[in-house]
């Protein structure tokens, strides 16, 4: 249990995580958006 | 941008806001994850008080107590209320209090974002509830009384209600989506060094599961409830066929959602449950890989059984077969959870404290639930069940036993964990043994009910449905009454109560077990390290 | 014929479930009895089949059904035979095994899964498969077609062969509902007038609505199917033992879901010809009645009759109606307005046009599709000289005549 969640190594991490929640948050856009168009 | 990051620096452990104000600026996953089940315990109270009124009427034939409007708007007001603002929010409690203790995390990948997940959801449930007390004043004619699945035309005619509910629905879903994006990336991106996905505790990989459902079918379920929408107000005819529309198009959206929500609810649950088991069998989880496997196999085979959910609305015979078959397959994987719950019991140590009996129910009745739902995906049979009571016990058993028992297992496991101290034993054993025979009580004449040809959702029924409605509603006043004694439980065990260990279960294993009980406000500032 | 009703049938010899006969002796019906409701003898299975594919259906569920318990007693057997040996108490020692270990464990690891599956594609998929097949085929061999249309809450019955058409709605008195009279044997079960069908006969069933979707289930004939609006669906039933049969709407459908049975009164063939012929031969007299000029009292009294059984549900009996979704006739603009146009055609939005075209995206239905001449010109006046309101005119069964 030694190294420290050091600044630099938790903003690398919170930056992607923000990357990859854009991108699942324009997945789901996209799935609604589909769906509105979606015709028998 | 940076506030995020120097969140620590701003409020060092065990400094807090007073009052009101922390509770709404919270950006920490113990406070959010309490809110969650804080919210998720009452609105579980507010749905179980609807379906209460509703069980009273149908104590005998006759209408005595309600209009048969209301009537409808309860059970629609009460499926929504259990399962969106009960149930859900109760395992995203869990997540956000447990994931980033059991992976390691300082907390959640985005806390602003999960600070505001949290807050949309007591504004939707005011919107879902609102209607009941606008009728009072005149103002309407009360909640959505479609029931839960908003079928069109009926809901196309429905009063302002359904308007209040499509909208509740709406705000509970982003809440949801917020939620599952918060869970995927925190899984994906704040691991513990060593902690590789394969070693990622189950319950992590069950919510990683739901997350992703949740992301794949609540924008459909936004999709179909805003068509609805347009075609109440804005002249649309998305499912009315005298503007070339279909009605069932509506059901087609409505249960591609609906049937992953099924496993949306249970996902968390059974990746709960190996913990429960193996640390009170004091025994290694058998079977980690399997879990996995099928946990990612029944996710998959989710979203192409929907149709399963209307076969009585009449679809060409290889359609029948297909949703059929495809339905039944979802057993193997599930056959693999329970061979690998009762494996991992298998030669151990096994003590029953509250956890463990609940978790042993939850296995028994869950059982029932999976064993009716094999034969309910029989084409030739569910004519007969459908739409009937049978189906009413049947997902009862999936969702009350599968669901809220599995999230009771939970609250009793960690509970010591949240607070520090240990609730009474005693009391919740008697919780344990009344919910069950209750439980049963309540349920399983609806088997026969169904059977006997009771359609669900009629507030008056012929005579010969009288004494099994008499006694399931018994059952249901027995049953409810005895989620006082749950909620006593967790009001005494947060005052106090004797003091626990970090690792409060002798046979508990996992990083949260090495975190003091309470844990501290901030956890995992030094990372550890997973050999 | 009360023998063969819901209420009082015997289990058929031919089929035992095993289920139902362990739950059967151990709870006896009578110990399940609670004073006030004497009448009913408990069944723990589908009601008595009458066609072929409720048969089937029933054979399907006792089968099933044994097999699910089997499962469920072996697999939470060894659970509980777990539960006892291995526990701490009494002094067991945790094994540390995590998943199967050598080629003989993982053997009885996945012999499990192979019965499953064996019993999901095979035990259960081949006889499901068939009867599927048999299920859909709605049109090898039939002997005629039934035309059922649900509606908000009533069922049309239509014969396209003979031209017979009618309505059957709930005959429970609404006192028996709200518990001022004692309650019927078929509480709930009855109805104004079941539709008829000979025994022995292979009938489509054609279902459709016309407002909402509602689904038709009569038990006994194990099919049950949704009537979409604007879409045709269908089913069919070949009934192999005379007797009265009686199911309910399945489908939330509104207000009166719980309201809206189905009876159908299966009768030898003879018997339902002659039937045909006395409907056949009232809808004449009927239709005879269209041409005629009619007193307002014949009107008003004819109406009442009508409004009772079509429109009370919604508008209540005293025209007051369940204010918002249901508006009050009493003291209504509309209904107070003007009858026709000079010229005698119908006005947008008036009395007569609601009633004759409905109004769209509410429960108010176009009435000219089910209802007669008579019915309309007679439920019109009624309502314009009832409730207090005293339009004071009156249309005729001709004039409705011309206007459709």
Excluded at chain 2, 254 to 266: A, Q, R
Excluded at chain 3, 290 to 299: I, Q, V
């Amino acid at each position: 249990m030694t190294p420290a969640f050091t600044d630099a190594d938790l903003a690398r991490r919170r930056a992607a995580s923000r990357r990859l929640g854009w991108l699942l948050g324009a997945v789901v856009l996209v799935i609604y958006l589909i769906g509105l168009f979606i015709k028998r | 941008m940076s506030t995020a990051t120097t969140h620590t620096a701003e409020h060092p452990a065990g400094e807090y806001h007073g009052g009101l104000l922390r509770w709404l600026t919270t950006t920490n996953h113990k406070d959010i994850g309490t809110m969650y089940l804080t919210f998720s315990l009452i609105m579980f109270f507010v749905g179980g008080l609807m379906i209460l009124a509703v069980r009273a009427e149908l104590f005998s034939p006759g209408l005595q107590l309600m209009q048969p409007e209301f009537f409808n708007q309860l059970i629609g007001v009460h499926a929504l209320v259990m399962i969106f603002a009960a149930l859900m929010p109760a395992a995203t409690g869990f997540a956000n209090w447990m994931l980033p203790l059991m992976i390691g995390a300082p907390d959640m990948a985005l806390p602003r974002l999960n600070n505001w997940g949290f807050w949309l959801l007591p504004p939707a449930a005011i919107l879902l509830t609102l209607p009941f007390t606008l009728a009072l004043f005149g103002i309407g004619d009360g909640a959505l009384a479609t029931g839960w699945t908003f079928y069109a035309p009926l809901s196309v005619q429905g009063g302002m209600g359904v308007d209040f509910a499509i909208l509740a629905v709406h705000i509970l879903g982003i809440s949801s989506i917020m939620g599952s994006i918060n869970i995927i990336v925190t899984i994906f991106n704040m691991r513990a060094p060593g902690m590789t996905m394969m070693k990622l505790p189950l319950f992590a990989w069950g919510w990683l599961i739901t997350a992703f459902l949740l992301i794949a079918t609540l924008p459909v379920l936004a999709g179909a409830v805003t068509m609805l929408l347009t075609d109440r107000h804005f002249g649309t005819h998305f499912f009315d066929a005298a503007g070339g529309g279909d009605p069932i198009l509506f059901q087609h959206l409505f249960w591609f959602f609906g049937h992953p929500e099924v496993y949306i609810l249970l996902l968390p649950v059974w990746g709960l449950m190996p913990h429960v088991l193996s640390t009170f069998s004091r025994k290694p989880t058998y079977g980690y890989k399997a879990q996995v496997y099928s946990f990612i196999a029944i996710g998959l085979l989710s979203v192409v059984v929907w149709a399963h959910h209307f076969f009585t609305a009449g679809m060409p015979v290889p359609a029948l077969v297909y949703f059929m078959f495809s339905t039944m397959a979802i057993s193997l994987p599930l056959a693999v959870l329970f061979f690998c719950w009762i494996a991992t019991m298998w030669k151990g140590a096994m003590t029953f404290e509250t956890p463990m009996l609940f978790a042993v129910g939850f296995i028994v009745l869950f059982g029932i639930a999976g064993l009716t739902g094999l034969i309910l995906a029989d084409v030739a049979a569910d004519a007969q069940y459908h739409h009937s009571y049978f189906v009413v016990a049947h997902f009862h058993y999936a969702l009350f036993a599968g669901g809220i028992m599995g999230v009771m297992t939970g609250v009793y496991y960690w509970l010591p964990k949240w607070t520090g101290h240990m609730y009474s034993e005693k009391l919740g054993k008697l919780h344990f043994w009344l919910t069950v025979v209750s439980f049963n009580l309540t349920f399983l004449p609806q088997f026969f009910l169904g059977l006997a040809g009771m359609p669900r959702r009629i507030p008056d029924y012929a005579l010969q449905f009288a004494e099994f409605n008499a006694i399931s509603t018994l059952g249901a006043f027995v049953l409810g009454f005895s989620q006082l004694l749950f909620a006593w439980n967790i009001w005494s065990c947060v005052r106090g109560g004797p003091k626990v260990e970090s690792r409060v279960w002798e046979g508990a294993e996992g990083l949260e077990w090495e975190l003091p009980s309470p844990p501290p406000h901030h956890t995992w500032e030094i990372q550890p390290v997973i050999k | 014929m009360a023998s063969c009703t819901l209420e009082t049938q015997t289990a058929p010899s031919a089929e035992v479930n095993p289920v139902a006969w362990l739950l059967r002796s151990l709870f006896p019906p009578s110990a399940l009895l609670l004073p006030g409701a004497a009448s009913a003898a408990y069944n723990f299975n589908f009601p008595e089949p009458v066609t072929p594919i409720a048969r089937e259906t029933l054979h399907i569920h006792n089968e099933f059904m044994l097999i699910i318990t089997v499962l469920f007693v072996v697999v939470f057997a060894i659970m509980i035979y777990s539960m006892i040996k291995h526990r701490k108490s009494s002094g067991h020692a945790p094994a540390k095994f995590t998943g199967p270990t050598g080629a003989l464990q993982w053997f009885w690891a996945l012999i499990p899964f192979a019965i499953l599956l064996f019993i999901d594609f095979v035990l259960m998929g081949i006889p499901a498969v068939q009867a599927i097949i048999n299920m859909e085929d709605t049109q090898t061999k039939a002997d005629m077609v039934l035309k059922v249309t649900g509606m908000q809450w009533k069922w049309q019955y239509e014969y396209p062969e003979s031209g017979v058409k009618f309505i059957s709605t709930l005959a429970t008195p609404r006192d028996q509902i709200a518990n001022a009279e004692a309650k019927g044997e078929n509480y709930l079960l009855e109805v104004d007038k079941p539709v008829v069908l000979p025994v022995g006969k292979k009938v489509r069933i054609l279902l459709t609505s016309t407002d909402v979707i509602h689904t038709w289930w009569v038990p006994q004939f194990g099919v049950k199917r949704d009537a979409i609006p604007g879409f045709l669906r269908e089913t069919w039933v070949l009934i192999e033992k005379p007797g009265i049969y009686r199911g309910q709407c399945a489908e939330l459908c509104g207000k009166d879901h719980g309201f809206m049975p189905v009876v159908v009164h299966a009768v030898p063939e003879p018997e339902y010809l002659a039937w045909v012929e006395a409907q056949k031969a009232e809808a004449k007299a009927a239709a005879g009645g269209a041409d005629r000029t009619w007193s307002k009292d014949e009107l008003v009294a004819e109406g009442k009759a009508v409004y009772e059984k079509v429109c009370a549900a919604c508008h209540q009996p005293d025209g007051k109606g369940l204010p918002p979704a249901f508006p009050a006739l009493a003291g209504s603009k509309i209904v107070s307005g003007p009858l026709l146009d000079m010229n005698g055609k119908v006005i947008k939005d008036s009395h007569v046009d609601r009633v004759l075209h409905g109004k769209a995206g509410t429960a108010m239905q176009a009435f000219a599709t089910s209802l007669s001449d008579v019915e309309l010109a007679a439920v019109i006046t009624y309502e314009r000289n009832s409730f207090g309101n005293q339009a004071g005119d009156m249309i005729q069964p001709a004039q409705i005549k011309s206007l459709r």
